[in-house]
């Protein structure tokens, strides 16, 4: 673990590999240990900085009590400014309306955009878990929230395949601050990027598990539809966190797209 410092705040990461940067934001409902299954591979060609958002971990908060998602691209983008240069962005869930954010109103900053199992908002039945969790967690702090969050993450199947997985992410949101937790809740409870999608001209990959219960492949078609040039792969039998899922798929999808202007040309159809 290290601290970057930038423009007054501090962000814990996680930097292994050389070669141009490539910033990974993880879900709500995980840490930014979730990315670890696809790290080595990703470090091969990139120098890979894995990020506790801004709220979680060491990282500092974005000093509003009642932030937007806006608000967390916008501290996310003081960290690529202190890395210098554009730097390719892949987020996963509540990283990815991070990152979606970021390339509306930061992407000069970036290079490509990989945004997994996420959207540009959602729709009411889709916000409402957002904040039944968020006053769960105000009320009786994060245990009251674990049994849920563990099925939105990973589907029944896979589950009942890996019950190891129940404890450890149990054991991750544990770690997490319920305050800063409800605080992300209500960002995404009220987020609404679709008219920024048209204005997005970074090189774009959407990735999402074809089981997703949390951010539903509905939400990332729409992105497809709506970021000019974007690209959709879909990963069939896979939840919400696919680099930790099925991270030989999710490798399949994303360093094709990575690699892209290394070979001078478009990627592969997978």
């Keep these: 673990m290290a601290i970057i ?19 990974l934001l993880h879900s709500l409902l995980t840490d930014r240990g979730s990315f670890a299954p696809v790290v080595p591979a990703l470090s091969r060609i990139r120098r890979v900085t894995l990020v506790s958002l801004p709220g ?14 806006e608000d967390y691209a916008d501290r ?47 729709p009411e039945a889709g916000r409402a878990p957002f904040r039944a969790m968020a006053d769960a967690v105000e009320r009786s702090g994060m245990a009251a929230i674990l049994d849920g969050a563990v099925r939105r993450i990973f589907p029944e199947a896979y589950l009942a395949a890996h019950p190891e997985a129940i404890a450890e992410r149990k054991r991750v949101l544990l770690q997490a601050s319920a ?20 204005r997005i001209s970074n090189r774009t990959l959407v990735v999402v598990g074809a089981l997703d219960a949390a951010t539903p492949p509905a939400l990332a078609r ?18 919400h966190c696919p ?28």
């Design 5 to 23: 410092r930038a423009n007054g705040s501090e962000f814990e990461v996680e930097q292994s590999g050389e070669g141009p940067h490539l910033v």
């Design 56 to 69: 979680f971990g060491a990282t500092a908060t974005v000093g509003s009590s009642d932030p937007g998602i």
């Design 76 to 122: 996310i983008a003081d960290l690529l400014g202190a890395l210098g240069g554009a730097a390719d962005v892949v987020g996963n869930g509540f990283g990815g309306f991070i990152a979606l954010a970021l390339a509306a109103r930061h992407g000069a900053r970036l290079g490509r955009l990989v945004l997994a199992d996420t959207g540009a908002t959602f």
């Design 179 to 198: 305050a800063q937790f409800a605080v992300a809740c209500r960002a995404l409870s009220r987020v609404d990027l679709r008219d920024a999608l048209p």
């Design 222 to 239: 729409e992105l497809e539809a709506s970021i000019p040039g974007a690209r959709l792969v879909e990963i069939p039998g896979c939840g």
């Design 243 to 270: 680099a930790l899922e099925q991270p030989e798929a999710f490798l399949a999808a994303v360093l094709p797209f990575l690699e892209e202007e290394r070979r001078g040309g478009r990627p592969e159809e997978p």
